[in-house]
């Protein structure tokens, strides 16, 4: 079965630009989060999302991130304006309910110039 | 105090040996355990899992959990350096949440 999947695995652009992150979730999976990893805060979660709805995106750090899932196969993280501290290792996982294990894209390596 | 607490580490272990992995949670309520290995610039991927207090093996690697300590672990037996990575330690909380440690670098050195 296809794992969790994830475009692009790396993504350089300047400060100021728009950047689209994307996640396929594997099928059947309800839950979807989004999580960042750097290697001073370690992997904290921006949002998750259960049969396509946002349950808790306190962890966005600001308006400038938006997420959406627009149906059970896909969802986007959005960084307007981007800023060279968002640069991080971008991470999608999913699972299929809370005590099951979440499985983890490939990641997205963005780099903020 | 975080969710999850892991040490850092490094821990270094001699290949062969058993290399010892320990995490402590806060959330009485939490169900369910999990181990992650993280090789250097790849994604977490699952090792472990384990929902009742007690053992359990899965080939070199055994999960430890009791609950009333709030205590996990993982035992890595016969330590290859094929193993060294990060080790990601994580819980589940409110909702589908899951709280994760800030891992623990093992090294084996061969």
């Known amino acids: 079965d296809a794992g969790v999947i994830q475009s692009p695995r790396h993504e350089v652009t300047e400060m100021g630009q728009e950047v689209t992150l994307r996640c396929k979730p594997i099928?059947?999976?309800?839950?979807l989060f989004w999580y960042r990893q750097t290697m001073m805060r370690g992997l904290e979660l921006l949002i998750y999302?259960?049969?396509?709805?946002?349950?808790?995106d306190s962890g966005m750090p600001e308006d400038r991130f938006s997420a959406k899932m627009p149906n059970a196969s896909f969802s986007t993280l959005k960084i307007q304006p981007s800023e060279p501290r968002d640069s991080a290792v971008y991470f999608c996982?999913?699972?299929?309910?809370?005590?099951?294990?979440?499985?983890f894209g490939d990641g997205t390596r963005l780099s903020i110039l | 105090q975080k969710e999850v607490e892991q040490n850092s580490g490094p821990l270094s272990v001699p290949e062969g040996a058993i290399a010892s992995l320990n995490c402590t949670y806060s959330?009485?309520?939490?169900?369910?355990f999990f181990w992650y290995r993280q090789y250097s610039g790849k994604s977490p991927e699952l090792i472990m899992s384990?929902?009742?207090?007690g053992d359990k093996e899965d080939g070199r690697f055994t999960a430890q959990l009791n609950k009333a300590s709030q205590y996990v672990s993982l035992l890595i037996r016969d330590s290859q350096p094929s193993d060294s990575a990060t080790y990601l330690c994580?819980?589940?909380?409110?909702?589908?949440?899951?709280?994760f440690g800030t891992g623990t670098s093992l090294t084996v050195i061969p």
């Open positions: 996982a999913s699972n299929t309910d809370a005590n099951q294990p979440q499985h």
């Open positions: 099928s059947g999976h309800n839950s």
């Open positions: 999302f259960n049969n396509n709805v946002p349950i808790d």
């Open positions: 959330d009485r309520g939490s169900q369910s």
């Open positions: 384990i929902y009742s207090n």
């Open positions: 994580a819980v589940n909380g409110p909702g589908n949440q899951f709280y």
